[in-house]
């Protein structure tokens, strides 16, 4: 089929900066959301997840938001490195759904040096 | 973590010819495998859901009579796209899931297999 050539939002941070991505889910009905990262050329890459009854968790160095109220959910990464650069997707499933894994946009995260 | 083992990592192949994708995982059994597909700049779509033993669902869209997909073991699923042509040329990614699809469910990604059709 046609291909059409979307353009990834981008993030620029500053390296050692906070960043802070987001993404807004479809599903009222989702019950799990995922953060995946991915570098160019590699599959997804597990972050970090929250459950649906829960509205913050913290792993290392990220911490997930999540707000039902709005569907938003929102990665934050504290004392960005370059090595956190890379294309961001949440993630949502929903196990009422036959529990199908249903991936955002995406986004771009670009460290200056 | 668990590891699905995906392969080849890249593949060049002329109009007309067939190219099989393996996804393997490497350390468990998985009776639910995904397969993706991803062009430049976009998002994972959701191609087709391989259940072990039994035939695959295929989202809305997606001609399973062009992209085979067998999952005869609980380790492996095979994704054959037959009859390659230049629009077939993206990312193909397979995943692999732990649990029965409830709360207890992970998934495992593997690295993709970028296929170029000439």
């Known amino acids: 089929g046609e291909n059409v050539g979307l353009h990834l939002p981008t993030l620029s941070v500053q390296e050692g900066d906070n960043s802070i991505i987001n993404c807004a889910y479809s599903n009222s009905a989702s019950d799990y959301f995922i953060w995946y990262k991915q570098e160019s050329g590699k599959g997804p890459q597990f972050i970090i997840d929250?459950?649906?009854?829960?509205d913050k968790r913290q792993g290392q160095r990220v911490t997930v938001l999540l707000n039902k109220t709005v569907k938003h959910l929102s990665l934050q990464i504290a004392a960005t490195q370059p090595g956190d650069s890379a294309v961001y997707f949440c993630a949502e499933i929903s196990y009422s759904s036959a529990s199908k894994i249903i991936f955002g946009s995406g986004t771009r995260l670009s460290i200056r040096p | 973590g668990a590891v699905v083992s995906q392969h080849p990592s890249r593949v060049i192949c002329k109009s007309g010819t067939s190219v099989k994708i393996e996804c393997r995982s490497l350390?468990?059994?998985?009776?639910?495998m995904f397969w993706y597909r991803q062009f430049p700049k976009q998002s994972l779509m959701l191609m087709a859901t391989?259940?072990?033993?039994?035939?695959?669902?295929?989202e809305q869209g997606v001609e399973k009579d062009k992209f085979l997909i067998n999952h005869a073991s609980l380790t492996l699923s095979t994704l054959t796209v037959t009859s390659a042509h230049p629009e077939d040329s993206s990312f193909y990614i397979c995943?692999?899931?732990?649990?029965?699809?409830?709360?207890?469910?992970?998934?495992?990604f593997g690295s993709g297999t970028q296929l170029s059709v000439l």
């Open positions: 929250i459950r649906s009854n829960m």
């Open positions: 350390d468990f059994q998985a009776t639910t």
């Open positions: 995943s692999a899931q732990i649990g029965t699809g409830g709360r207890d469910e992970k998934l495992f």
């Open positions: 391989s259940n072990e033993g039994s035939k695959a669902t295929y």
